[in-house]
């Protein structure tokens, strides 16, 4: 019965893979690829929630709807920890891309971080589900997850300072030789002389930051 009212969706799935999967080159067959495997992710999703919400509620591991507190619904147990599920089923799929795609091995340093990261937040949420964690905990282990990607990021650290802030600077000798101590200055040849910041590890702290909040 559950494959019955998912079918279409297979379908759909297995036939954007036969039309396209084999035959279109490049970032078009990830495209393809992607979507047919992210299809058969929801279906396993909700397969597998109705199968694993037993072994929680076995476990203890439930709540109660506070906002139906004083009715029959308000006693019933809802399972906690839920999202590892989706989670795990997710972890799969992306580990299952990085097999059919691991020919680009310039990309393989990124994926990797990213999966750490990903792996990091997942073990986060199940722990703050069952031991419900205090809020520096929630700030602290978030900005920790982060260094994987601070770490594999080697693009651009420079931002482009606006020109009302550009002409404040280049007409404040004092300010703008304090600044140029400590980041590196360049004239944009693209856009109209504006001045470029190289914010260097301010800029990774900010993506860091960024990231948590």
Not at 53 to 77: A, M, V
Not at 163 to 182: A, C, P, Q, R, W
Request: charged share 15%; with cysteine.
């Amino acid at each position: 019965q559950f494959f019955q009212k998912n079918i279409l969706i297979c379908k759909f799935g297995i036939l954007m893979f036969e039309t396209f999967g084999w035959t279109t080159t490049g970032y078009g067959s990830q495209l393809v690829t992607s979507l047919c495997l992210s299809a058969l992710g929801y279906i396993g999703t909700l397969y597998m929630i109705p199968k694993f919400t037993g072994f929680l509620l076995r476990r203890g591991i439930f709540g109660k709807d506070l906002c139906k507190r004083g009715t029959k619904e308000g006693e019933k147990q809802i399972p906690e920890a839920v999202g590892v599920i989706p989670a795990t089923i997710f972890l799969i799929c992306i580990i299952l891309l990085q097999l059919l795609f691991s020919g680009d091995k310039s990309k393989i340093v990124d994926f990797h971080s990213a999966l750490l990261s990903i792996c990091f937040m997942i073990l986060l949420g199940f722990v703050d589900d069952v031991l419900d964690l205090p809020w520096r905990f929630k700030l602290l282990l978030p900005t920790v997850a982060t260094l994987p990607l601070l770490c594999a990021y080697n693009g651009s650290t420079s931002v482009l300072i606006p020109h009302f802030i550009s002409n404040y600077l280049v007409g404040n000798d004092h300010l703008l030789n304090l600044m140029e101590k400590t980041f590196d200055f360049t004239k944009s040849s693209n856009n109209g002389g504006a001045l470029l910041i190289d914010l260097s590890w301010v800029y990774l702290v900010y993506m860091g930051f960024l990231a948590v909040f």
